[in-house]
């Protein structure tokens, strides 16, 4: 079945460690990528997405992704946390084989220590 | 971008009741949703509200239990009929900007069902 897998579901860091979040998809065609964050009692944000071009695609607040088609992947990064990126991140794929549906991955839930 | 609003934010109803939550987007968009996100779960896509025509439902929820309008290109409401406890979730109203693919999420209405 076609899905969006993210393998960490709970990640606790300190400030200023560096960050990857990992996310695989199993969708065929043609796929736009994105995450999104919520923070705590907040709406759901749009990080960063990725519809075509360079692979490697910069968001707000310092993220950044990159999209590897070989490996059906588009893990986030940051080098750096901060205490105010505690929030849970949800990896997303629309692809043309599955309706063009926004489809969610389970989401990461990020803890930052400070 | 757009902006979503969502009306009730919260409300807690009584078994075998219904509820209709409200969205307004404050520009004219292509495609509206509406989500479910259960306790510590992901969004799943309950449907697309289609205007002037049938909602379209994704499989597991049906048009009787989740009726939806969509009278026009900015207003969307989804009903949850016969409301029992399993209802209790956070339910989102989005909406895609045809240009961009881009997808964007109202604030959520916080249902409990007792």
């Known amino acids: 079945a076609q899905s969006v897998s993210q393998h960490n579901h709970h990640v606790i860091l300190s400030e200023a460690a560096s960050l990857e979040l990992g996310c695989n998809y199993s969708?065929?065609?043609?796929?736009?990528l994105f995450w999104y964050v919520q923070y705590p009692g907040q709406h759901l944000q749009l990080l960063l997405k990725?519809?075509?071009?360079?692979?490697l695609v910069k968001g707000i607040k310092g993220f950044e992704a990159e999209f590897i088609k070989s490996k059906f992947s588009f893990n986030l990064r940051k080098p750096s946390v901060q205490w105010s990126d505690t929030a849970e991140y949800f990896c997303?794929?629309?692809?043309?084989?599955?309706?063009?549906?926004?489809?969610f991955g389970g989401g990461t839930r990020l803890m930052v220590k400070p | 971008s757009a902006v979503i609003s969502q009306k009730p934010s919260r409300d807690i109803c009584q078994r075998g009741t219904s509820l209709t939550i409200q969205c307004q987007v404050d520009?004219?968009?292509?495609?509206m949703f509406w989500y479910r996100q259960q306790p510590g779960q992901s969004l799943t896509l309950i449907a697309t509200?289609?205007?002037?025509?049938?909602?379209?439902?994704e499989s597991g929820f049906v048009i009787d239990k989740f009726p939806i309008s969509r009278p026009n290109l900015t207003f969307s409401t989804l009903t949850v009929s016969n409301m029992s406890p399993e209802d209790s979730s956070i339910y989102l109203c989005?909406?895609?900007?045809?240009?961009?693919?881009?997808?964007?999420f109202g604030p959520g209405t916080r249902l409990t069902v007792t």
């Open positions: 520009s004219q968009v292509t495609m």
């Open positions: 989005s909406a895609r900007d045809r240009a961009s693919y881009e997808q964007y």
């Open positions: 969708y065929g065609g043609t796929v736009n």
């Open positions: 990725y519809f075509s071009g360079d692979p």
């Open positions: 997303a794929v629309i692809s043309n084989n599955a309706g063009n549906m926004l489809t």
């Open positions: 509200a289609n205007q002037g025509s049938e909602a379209t439902y």
